[in-house]
């Protein structure tokens, strides 16, 4: 307000003022990840590698592409259970495609990608034209897909991946520049992350999908054609799960029961990531870090000591703390 | 449902006043259809032999009496998903506190309702207090459940003594004790929403907890009594469930899918998932028309994973055709 | 105008004392005080926002007033909430039905107060009771205890809730527009039960806006304005003439801009003939472009139905409809939105915004709709979005430091300029407002009045619904009055509020049937 030159001090007041603005609008996440990983690396020296932190981010890559499926559709008002036997399908439904000919690789990629759309079409058109609320239709699917995978595989899967079709979850690209090996797994992470970016932060898909999540009502009043677009992000969710698992097939086992549980991780991940259960919000790279998050948070429960199946009591109270702080809070500013 | 009587208006309306769930006609439906199939595909011992019939209500008494309970808090337009989770950790509870050992019987049984209840408060008090939506609450009261009894036991341990067995197998003349328990169950609930205050108090709550409240009712307690009685349901069947197979395992409820299960048999029974109407007896239908369905596959020699796949689809369609007339958007 | 004060012998049964409330922006109720007697029916009127439902919720407990006092039979009273009137005989029956449809008559009747025994219901004991609530209305031959409520029409449902209010041994009883759902037949009905209640020495207070019923049923009228109260009259000496000049005549609480001159007006861009549906009869008119086209009518009249049509929420069922000169059948709302036309709904939080999303992505969500839905990455670019926001946020006035604000965070104006903001980003040219300005505070009302007006003259055509009378008449260039689905007239510019009303009440020019006239229940 003044027209007199600023002085020093008061210039230095307002660069400060405006780092603290940026600070204070960096998502909660990301100091959360950081402090875990650097306890996580005291605890264990393999995270202070180059090596390390890639084997960690090469194992929480699949994670992250479930999550980024499964944020879009919980910030459109719903949610995806479907996944963790979606993944179990793509894997145990891989092992008896290929059978054990490399050759076969390929097409049995393109053949669980359409199996993938088709659940998501499914899924979307039971929530969109039969109003069966999503957690009852995917919980249902849940059962289908599984028993599909049972079924086929009579219950013990037969044959292995070939070498073709387990690099894309445990190869590395050699000789990178600066990095030297580089995880393929991390490497197609980022590239659905930065694709899904704009197709969730700069389209109008997305846009439509946060409003969808934000107030039916509304959207449909602005035009939006809320039906179309919800089977849409039933349909990316089930493409990325099933990506996901032909990553995870990369060093995981084949049996039938390598997804159970997958969907809830998603779920934690994504509301690590500040995505609001019953929708409105969600954010791609904040996802991606929740996933981060929730990896190295298993990884320290592990360093001290807790066993593995805590962490699915520990998810249970991420969501239901989650949606507790968001009724709450929401209910104090009205 | 035979909860009210209304005047008959002549004899045409004669079923109408009889009040029975229209879930009960399409168990005829599904039961003559099912009895064809047996006959064309099988032997037609589903009609011909009466130890097969029996065995349909024996195949329903684990889902119908954790229904009962499902029934009462979707009537209060709550819904529990965690009660696969508590019929596990009682099958599992169960066999390892009794151990063998018949003087152990009134403790596990003790222990395992004080662990129900406390679940229920716990899903009931999340629910009204922290105001979480009912799904998502006992979405995570199933994760908190699953996590620490996967951590605490990992296969079957310890088994039940033989005179528990008695629950699962007992007969009393030509009848299996589990159906009189599912009858008593499901008079017992019957009784509590037609004949008590508190039946009255949740139908009021769950049609509208906005005319509740101006009526003076405190529906918070009564959504949560709902969800202790239906916690408790999944402990009784739990009960079953253990002294059927004789040992427990962390898998039992959820392989049972006793939580989709329930929802689905509750809403083809005509309790609506918006709460505020329904009863037990359309709920009995619905589970016996899912025990129809489970001898028959059985009958016809269905392999256990396609009727995994079935139930899936079955589940979803039985909802469907509830929820495709409503004029809101899901979500 | 004749202002009667009725001097009673006896004592009043309830008497409010120098009632004031305050909302935020507005003085709901100034110094109000009032006295209802036993064995009288006591109609309160007053146009929408006059402060009636305000008075009823506050003397049921509620509201807390802010100044004032509530005798009841000589003692001073406070209720913190309805169940605490209701015990001590003061009993509303609020506008939206409060009865369980999938009850019977039985539960609803004595929900929460059953008859028991160690919690087991004494059924006998429930149907007697109700039978006896139901033989003191003179109904026990209509109603059954054990029907369901849902199986009942809704005059008999109306009936229930008044069995309801008087089965606490009421001696107060608030009726809030107890017929604005009922046929001429029902209210008949209704008044034979008003009269019992009457003779037991109950005091009635009625409130509603078929002046006819009013005029039926009350012994007394007493008609609100602004908060104000206008004066008390004794029925029989007055008319409903009388009654509403009463009721209108409001000052002005800010400057319109000017009317648009009849020469500015174009081509017609919208042309209803014989539209109708469900809730709507016989639907023609035109609507030119740079005018405004106001819509007055009563509650339930159609107003905000014939708002959904046009913009094929819920569609027209026959008629034609010409958008841009060219036949249309609009069955959705894209479709409407793809002809340039934009709705700005009355319920702003739940039909027009989306709280958590950024000022900047309400803004444009419409016209993105339009889009392929993949598309916008690749047609406009980032850069044209950015132009095109500040752009909008400057023509119409949205103050906020960022336009990456979540909506939630703005005020009522603010959020309303928002809303604006996003057809005027699909390039919409005829522009449906449905109560334009409720719940906005004086300032910002007349900033969206100016833009309104300024919309016109950039071309754009305007149908305003409106329940306020002075923004009808401040605004519109041409009044379409609306009654029971229909459009009852057509008034030039600048007619007075008494011209309207008696249109919109059946009561003006040749139509002088008091009949079923939907009465404005709107909130207040």
């Not at chain 1, 009579?154 to 979850?169: E, L, S």
């Not at chain 1, 084949?254 to 997804?259: D, E, K, P």
């Not at chain 2, 209060?76 to 063998?100: E, K, P, W």
């Not at chain 3, 004494?122 to 003191?136: C, G, N, S």
Request: aromatic share 8%; hydrophobic share 50%; with cysteine.
């Amino acid at each position: 307000m003044t027209t007199t030159t600023p002085t020093f001090s008061s210039r230095a007041v307002s660069v400060l003022a405006a780092i603290w603005g940026f600070i204070r609008r960096i998502p909660p996440i990301y100091p959360v990840f950081f402090a875990i990983f650097i306890t996580v690396g005291f605890l264990n020296p393999n995270y202070q590698t180059m090596n390390g932190i890639f084997v960690f981010l090469r194992r929480a890559s699949p994670l992250a592409i479930l999550a980024i499926g499964q944020m879009m559709v919980l910030a459109s008002g719903g949610f995806d259970l479907s996944q963790g036997s979606l993944v179990t399908f793509v894997i145990v439904g891989s092992s008896m495609l290929l059978s054990n000919d490399p050759a076969k690789a390929y097409s049995t990629i393109g053949i669980m990608m359409a199996v993938g759309v088709l659940v998501g079409l499914i899924n979307g058109t039971a929530v969109s034209f039969l109003k069966i609320p999503s957690l009852i239709v995917t919980l249902g699917m849940l059962l289908l897909v599984k028993g599909v995978a049972m079924y086929w595989s009579g219950g013990a899967p037969k044959g292995y991946f070939t070498d073709n079709f387990r690099v894309f979850g445990r190869g590395n690209f050699e000789n990178v520049p600066i990095f030297g090996k580089f995880p393929i797994a991390l490497f197609i992470m980022l590239v659905i992350a930065v694709v899904f970016y704009f197709i969730f932060h700069r389209t109008n898909y997305g846009k439509q999908v946060l409003a969808i999540g934000d107030n039916v009502r509304a959207a449909q009043l602005s035009g939006v054609r809320v039906r179309g677009i919800r089977v849409l992000t039933f349909v990316f969710s089930a493409f990325l799960t099933v990506i996901a698992a032909i990553l995870y097939g990369g060093y995981g086992g084949i049996s039938t029961n390598v997804g159970d549980g997958m969907e809830f991780q998603a779920v934690s991940a994504a509301v690590i990531g500040g995505t609001l259960l019953l929708g409105g919000k969600g954010s791609v790279p904040n996802v991606v870090f929740g996933a981060f998050t929730l990896e190295a948070l298993f990884n320290l429960l592990n360093l001290i000591g807790l066993p593995k199946p805590y962490r699915d009591a520990v998810q249970g109270l991420i969501i239901i703390g989650a949606v507790a702080y968001a009724a709450l809070t929401t209910r104090r500013k009205q | 449902m035979a909860t009210t009587t209304l005047p008959a208006n002549g004899s045409k309306n004669f079923f109408r006043s009889l009040r029975i769930p229209p879930v009960y006609y399409f168990l005829v439906v599904v039961f003559v259809g099912g009895a064809i199939l047996d006959f064309i595909f099988a032997d037609g011992q589903m009609v011909t032999n009466p130890a097969i019939l029996t065995n349909i209500f024996v195949r329903s008494v684990a889902l119908g009496i954790v229904a009962v309970g499902q029934t009462f808090v979707m009537i209060g337009a709550s819904i529990d998903l965690s009660v696969a989770l508590v019929i596990s950790v009682t099958a599992v509870m169960t066999s390892f506190i009794m151990n063998g050992q018949t003087e152990n019987v009134p403790k596990a049984i003790a222990v395992v309702f004080l662990i129900g209840a406390f679940t229920g408060l716990v899903n009931g008090l999340i629910i009204t207090k922290l105001k979480v939506n009912a799904f998502i609450a006992t979405l995570g009261t199933t994760l908190i459940l699953r996590g620490v009894l996967n951590a605490t036991f990992a296969n079957f341990k310890g088994s039940i003594p033989r005179s528990f067995e008695y629950f699962g197998y007992g007969r009393i003349g030509p009848i299996p004790v589990s159906i009189l328990v599912l009858l008593v169950v499901v008079l017992a609930g019957w009784f509590v929403l037609a004949r008590t205050r508190y039946g009255f108090q949740l139908y009021g709550t769950g049609g509208s907890s906005e005319v509740a409240r101006l009526s003076g009712l405190r529906t918070d307690r009564v959504i949560i009594i709902a969800h202790i009685i239906c916690s408790m349901t999944a402990v009784l069947t739990g009960l079953f469930v253990v002294s059927r197979l004789r040992a427990g395992a962390p898998w039992i409820g959820t392989d049972g899918v006793y939580d989709l299960e329930s929802v689905a048999t509750t809403v083809i029974g005509g309790t609506a998932l918006a709460g505020g109407r329904g009863g037990v007896w359309g709920t009995l239908g619905g589970v016996l028309i899912f025990g129809v369905l489970d001898t028959l596959f059985n009958q016809l020699g269905i392999n256990p994973f396609m009727k995994n796949i079935l139930r899936g689809l079955i589940i979803i369609l039985a909802v469907a055709s509830y929820t495709i007339r409503s004029k809101r958007e899901a979500a | 105008m004749a202002v009667q004060e009725t001097q009673a012998e006896t004592q009043p049964l309830l008497e409010v004392r120098n009632i004031t409330k305050r909302f935020p922006g507005v003085v709901a109720l100034n110094n109000v005080s009032l006295k209802f007697y036993p064995g009288e029916v006591h109609a309160v009127v007053g146009e929408n926002g006059a402060g009636k439902s305000t008075l009823m919720k506050i003397i049921a407990g509620a509201y807390t007033p802010d100044a004032g006092e509530i005798i009841l039979q000589g003692e001073r009273v406070s209720f913190a909430h309805p169940v605490e009137a209701y015990a001590k005989g003061v009993s509303i029956i609020f506008q939206e039905f409060n009865l369980l449809p999938e009850r019977s008559v039985a539960q609803n009747i004595f929900l929460g107060r059953e008859p028991s025994r160690f919690g087991i219901i004494d059924r006998r004991q429930l149907h007697r009771d109700t039978e006896a609530v139901l033989k003191e209305l003179g109904v026990e031959n209509l109603i059954s205890p054990s029907a369901l409520v849902s199986s009942l029409s809704v005059a008999n449902q109306q009936i229930v809730e008044i069995a309801k209010a008087i089965s606490y041994d009421s001696k107060v009883l608030i009726m809030d527009e107890p017929t604005a759902a009922l046929s001429s037949v029902e209210v008949k009905m209704l008044d034979d039960l008003v009269e019992r209640l009457k003779a037991r020495g109950m005091a009635i207070i009625f409130i509603s806006h078929r002046l006819g019923e009013v005029f039926d049923i009350a012994d007394k009228i007493t008609v609100l304005k602004d908060g104000q109260l206008v004066g008390t009259v004794l029925t029989k000496n007055t008319t409903p003439q009388e009654v509403v000049f009463m009721m209108v005549g409001r000052e002005l609480d800010h400057y319109y801009p000017p009317l648009g001159k009849p020469e500015d007006f174009g081509e017609v861009v919208l042309r209803v003939t014989d539209g109708s549906n469900d809730f709507l009869k016989n639907i023609s008119f035109e609507l030119r472009k740079g005018e405004v086209l106001g819509v007055a009518g009563l509650q339930g009249s159609g107003r905000t139905e014939l708002a959904q049509a046009l913009f094929g929420v819920v569609p027209f069922k026959g008629g034609t409809l010409e958008v841009h000169g060219k036949v249309q059948m609009i069955k959705n709302p894209t479709q409407a939105i793809a002809l340039r036309m934009g709705f700005v709904t009355e319920d702003r939080k739940s039909e027009g915004l989306f709280p958590r999303q950024a000022i900047c992505d309400n803004m444009l969500l419409a016209v993105r709709s339009l889009q392929p839905v993949f598309g916008y990455i690749f047609k406009d670019g980032l850069p044209k979005e950015r132009k095109l926001v500040p752009g909008l946020g400057k023509r119409v006035d949205i103050r906020t430091d960022s336009y990456d604000r979540e909506v939630q965070f703005l005020s009522g104006g603010n959020q309303q300029k928002v809303v604006l903001a996003k057809w005027l980003a699909s390039k919409a040219d005829i522009f449906i407002f449905d109560e334009p300005t409720r719940g906005i505070d004086v300032e910002a009302k007349a900033g969206i009045h100016d833009m309104i007006r300024e919309l016109t003259k950039q071309g754009v055509a305007v149908l305003m619904i409106s329940s306020e009378l002075p923004e009808i008449i401040g605004m519109s260039d041409r009044i379409l009055v609306m009654r029971d689905g229909r459009i009852a007239g057509e008034l030039p510019a600048q007619s007075s509020e008494a011209e309207i009303m008696l249109v919109a009440t059946g009561h003006g020019q040749a139509e002088n049937n008091h009949s079923s006239v939907q009465a404005e229940a709107g909130k207040e």
